[in-house]
């Protein structure tokens, strides 16, 4: 299994850009890589999945170097309701040998006035 | 829609004592998960199902028991709840995973309490 590594937590101000790494040196060929947020008492909410290059959405876009062995998920112009927990995951869960989907510990967010 | 359900929301329960928690989904997804999220950690899978009447072992399955008799619901049980299952139960959904779509939609989650 691919394993993670985030920044355990991160600041910001209301209206800049937040940009959150996630490091996945043992990515495999066939895995996605997908964020997720969560917002206390509430489950994760889906944000965006990529392969590699650059996706955007309303919501954010992810990053993915050639080598895909990071990723970074980039907020523009964030607001006091993007402070949250956000979950990189990396897996293939097309895989028929079993599920694996795995959340790690995620990054704090956490948005000032 | 009411997406991802889940009841209850909250419970109590002595050690010894056991619980169904019971998930429903509407959305026709095929695939439904259970999640347990103790805190300031992230969820960790225990089981989970690829289709009505399927059920497989996620990472943390020990001291729990799931069923799906239909495709809409999926329950999570505790024969005899100890201490160490305190903690919040998501529940989950989502299609037949396939390239670049493997969303996950969440419910509210359970809180729970072994005392």
């Known amino acids: 299994l691919a394993k993670t590594t985030q920044p355990i937590s991160m600041d910001s101000y209301e209206g800049q850009e937040v940009n959150i790494t996630c490091s996945h040196n043992?990515?495999?060929?066939?895995?996605?890589i997908t964020w997720y947020q969560q917002f206390p008492s509430q489950g994760p909410r889906f944000i965006i999945q990529g392969y590699k290059t650059k996706v955007t959405n309303e919501v954010a876009s992810l990053f993915i170097p050639a080598d895909r062995k990071s990723s970074t998920l980039s907020l523009p112009r964030v607001s006091l309701s993007d402070t949250a927990v956000y979950y990189c995951?990396?897996?293939?869960?097309?895989?028929?040998?079993?599920?694996?989907?795995?959340f790690g510990a995620g990054t704090r967010l956490f948005v000032k006035a | 829609n009411a997406g991802v359900t889940q009841t209850p929301k909250f419970r109590v329960l002595k050690t010894g004592q056991s619980m169904t928690l019971l998930c429903a989904q509407d959305?026709?997804?095929?695939?439904m998960y259970w999640y347990r999220q103790d805190p300031g950690m992230g969820l960790r899978l225990i089981h989970y199902?690829?289709?009505?009447?399927?059920?497989a072992k996620g990472e943390v399955p020990d001291g729990y028991n799931v069923s799906r008799l239909k495709k809409q619901n999926f329950l999570l049980g505790l024969e005899s709840a100890a201490p160490s299952q305190t903690s919040v139960y998501f529940c989950?959904?989502?299609?037949?995973?396939?390239?670049?779509?493997?969303?996950?939609?969440f419910g509210p989650g359970t809180r729970l309490t072994v005392l």
């Open positions: 989950a959904s989502s299609l037949i995973p396939r390239t670049g779509n493997n969303e996950q939609f």
């Open positions: 043992n990515i495999a060929t066939n895995d996605y």
């Open positions: 959305m026709n997804h095929e695939y």
């Open positions: 995951l990396v897996g293939d869960d097309r895989n028929t040998g079993g599920f694996k989907t795995i």
């Open positions: 199902s690829v289709g009505e009447g399927t059920t």
